[in-house]
């Protein structure tokens, strides 16, 4: 009860603010359970189109790596083989079933998904297949040195795109000795140190109940819902959650790092760690950085550095709110002759956005972009169950989607600049700078 | 799997007459397999509007879509039509630059804009209930573009930095396009969608204006809605805004520019600073629209899926997995397309394997489907995938739009787009190895590969057109 007088206080407030716009609007209701092995389940029905779509997010990515490349490689063998299947029959398995299997890990999350019609015969097959490849793969050694090659040649070809080399120095930079300055992908290094046992070991590790999450949407009930999570993840022993990452430690000065490469172009990145998942200045955060480059033609940025002058085909600010702190970054790339004028022109924006913070006008036309966008990040399965296993992974709370818009509309122009200050610090940022001669 | 960049359409950050309804200009199609209807307009002054509902969410998908892209495009102004799309955010004779954007975004809205070599389109995603701007601030710019010189300066060089990033620093994409400018002989295809750096170094806003009054107009365009909506309100809303607009006297199609017969195999050589040697092959091949058998694009697209339909198809299994000869091996076709086009493969090889060694373990992959039929087993595969696909695809209100548009564009039937699973599944084993018997021939082939060049900056050139303005 309390709760509903709440949202209609905040309701009718915000709507004289936003001259009659709708602010409160609900997300799907979401269902949520504990698996026998202790997984937590977060189900929305969707009945309207035959399918369902099921993402399981271990915690158990790159920030968990001892050898960087150990966490992506374990991922990426699942399908590889089991007991009684090898590559070959696992990818006929799911192909013969129309069903769709993905695999990717990152920082901190690792990622099964499987996209399946919901008819029986298919849908039975396609969660057998996975079930297998989650809780007992086999980890074949010749799959092992055939990816660990094919590792070693997309790390090569990395070194072909500036943007990837920008990428990677500005993660190594902000986050120094913390597991976040690894890139998913490892090393040239450290692909070559990585043996079977470290495989099986992580697996055993971190592939366990405690340390999953299931987010299934689609056309199927409760019912079918808590089986579908009990099968899936039913071999699994319930094991432990993960330890938590270090935390990650702010920078103590500036830092400019340059690189040449035969580009015509340089690729521009600012930055530094910023904010975890959870923080409560998040929405502060993240409307303001909406407003200075988080809304692509119409932000601060955009103008200063497109718009007005013609330097850029993209100019951007982000914050990435990770398990630990995320990093907040600002790109951009520009002919190389005129990077450093880019580079002052976006440092200006930042600088200035900092001091003075959003003009009223600007809060109002962000409020009334993210509000009334809302609808559009949950228009489809896919997008929901990615929304409720973002919302899973980081325990967020339930009710995040059914609050966001109010928590949105509560944001001020104090706020942001007070949030902005506590978060960044314009004197102490990475920047890295890839592109020409030196 | 990798070949995704060359099909793929260029996307742009926008950044990228009194009509009434008579029984004729409306047609409701409703197809098998309970999807729902697409509703047919079209108004008098020519413009077609299409709608396609979608109950599942409060959201709609706004798209108008033109007849015009680079295939369309004459020497010395490549380019021209992607410019333009640029500059449709630069402001009409009612709002400033960069207006619109402000405006959807106020509105809720998320935009875009994409053009490719066969159309141009612009799309907005909204709440349903602000269609209507979506609708109004269009028509608008149907036909009241203002290109300001000083906004053309500056927005000529955005689109020469955005041919830096997608082309000129990434060397796979730069062998592409040196492989369709080799290809292709007359078919324009074999111009870059982003049009040629001198041709963008002497573009002019008065390019942009004759451009812009040749083809933008009600007559040569379609409107596209997907979503939570009603068919008739969606078509009294668009007749509202665009019946008003005066439609062009004499649209004159291109010419048909059709490719001389290819004799023999062409190779060509990139060198380019880059770590990894990458292949690229095309064989001439038809699309739906060029087509004289009905039945061959779709043969085509089952081969094309025999060899790279995902993980359980014959390149990963064989290339990838069993020979271990490719670090990535992918192969590509689209039937629906203006003109005819290329069954394309493409690779970078595995550590210790040759580029010649890529190339041969496609070959004799090839050989392989020309002299055996496809197993039952291979073809229930695909047909399942294909099945599934149909169902997967209506997850997004955006992507059923997005069809729509495309085919209608192109100057097919938008049926033809629901009927696609079933051509599919009518598909024999023979059908594919006929057509890859008759048209992945070496006369009709065309070789690329990309010979990686050192990467350090100091004996990197600059590109000679870096620091030039005007």
Known sequence: MRNHYTQLTQLIISSLLLLGSTIAQAGPEIQHWQTSNGAQAYFVPAPELPMVDIRIVFDAAGARDNIPGVALMTNGLLEEGTADMDANAIADAFAAVGAQFGASSHRDMSVITLRSLTQPELLDKAISTTTKLIAEPSFPKASLERERKRMLIALQGKKQSPAAIAREAFFTALYGDHPYANEATGTEESIQLIKRQHLTEHHQRYYVGRNAIIAIVGAVDRQQAEQLAETLLSKLPAGKTANPIPEVTSLKRAELVKKAFPSSQTHLLVGQPAVKRGNEDYFALFVGNHILGGSGLVSRLSDEIREKRGLSYSAYSAFSPMRERGPFRLGLQTRNDQADEALKILMQTLEEFMAGGPTADELIAAKKNIIGSFALNLDSNSKIVENIAMIAFYQLPLDYLDTYTNKIDAITIEQIKAAFKRHVQTDKMVTVMVGGEE | ?470
């Open chain 2, 1 to 470: 799997m990798k070949i995704g960049f060359t099909l793929a359409a260029l996307l742009s950050f926008g950044l990228s007459g009194c009509a009434t309804l008579q029984q004729d200009n409306h047609q409701t199609n409703s197809t098998n397999n309970g999807k729902a209807a697409v509703h047919e307009y079209q108004l008098d002054n020519g413009m077609k509007i299409f709608v396609k509902e979608d109950h599942r969410a409060p959201v709609v998908a706004s798209m108008v879509w033109y007849k015009i892209g680079s295939s369309y495009e004459n020497n010395g102004t490549t380019g021209v039509s992607h410019v333009l799309e640029h500059m449709m955010f630069k402001g009409t004779e009612k709002y400033g630059p960069g207006e619109f954007s402000r405006i959807i975004a106020e509105n809720g809205g998320k935009e875009n804009a994409f053009t490719s070599r066969d159309y141009t389109a612009y799309f907005q995603r909204l709440h349903k209930d602000k269609l209507e701007t979506s609708l109004r601030m269009e028509a608008d710019r149907m036909r009241n573009m203002k290109v300001l010189d000083e906004e053309f300066a500056k927005e000529i060089q955005v689109v020469i930095e955005e041919r830096r990033m997608r082309t000129e620093d990434d060397p796979e994409s730069l062998t592409y396009e040196t492989f369709s400018a080799s290809a292709y002989t007359t078919n324009p295809y074999r111009h870059p969608v982003i049009g040629w750096m001198n041709d963008l170094e002497n573009m002019t806003a008065q390019d942009i204006r004759d451009w812009y009054e040749v083809w933008y107009a009600p007559n040569n365009a379609a409107l596209v809605v997907a979503g939570d909506v009603d068919p008739e309100q969606v078509y009294q809303l668009a007749k509202k805004y665009f019946a008003p607009l005066k439609p062009i006297k004499y649209i004159t199609p291109p010419k048909p520019q059709q490719e001389p017969e290819q004799k023999g195999q062409r190779r060509v050589i990139i060198k380019a600073p880059a770590e990894l040697p990458y292949l690229l092959m095309g064989y001439k091949a038809p699309s739906v629209t060029g087509a004289k058998e009905e039945w061959e694009p779709y043969a085509l697209d089952v081969l094309s899926s025999v060899l790279d339909g995902g993980n359980s198809a014959r390149f990963a299994k064989n290339l990838v997995r069993g020979q271990q000869v490719a670090a990535s091996a992918g192969a590509g076709y689209s039937p629906f397309s203006r003109l005819d086009t290329l069954f394309l493969f493409d690779g970078n090889p595995a550590q210790g394997h040759t580029m010649a060694e890529l190339e041969q373990a496609i070959r004799e992959q090839i050989e392989l489907v020309k002299n055996e039929p496809v197993s039952d087993d291979e073809l229930g595969r695909i047909k399942a995938q294909v099945i599934a696909a149909d169902v997967y695809q209506l997850d997004s209100v955006f992507y059923q739009a997005m069809k729509i548009g495309q085919f209608e564009s192109i100057g097919l039937d938008w049926r033809l787009s629901d009927q696609y699973a079933e051509r599919i599944l009518q598909v024999t084993a023979e059908q594919v190895q006929k057509v890859a018997k008759k048209y992945l021939v070496d006369d009709s082939l065309t070789v690329a590969i990309l010979e990686p060049q050192s990467m350090s900056a100091a004996s990197g050139k600059l590109p000679h057109h870096a620091g030039e303005r005007h």
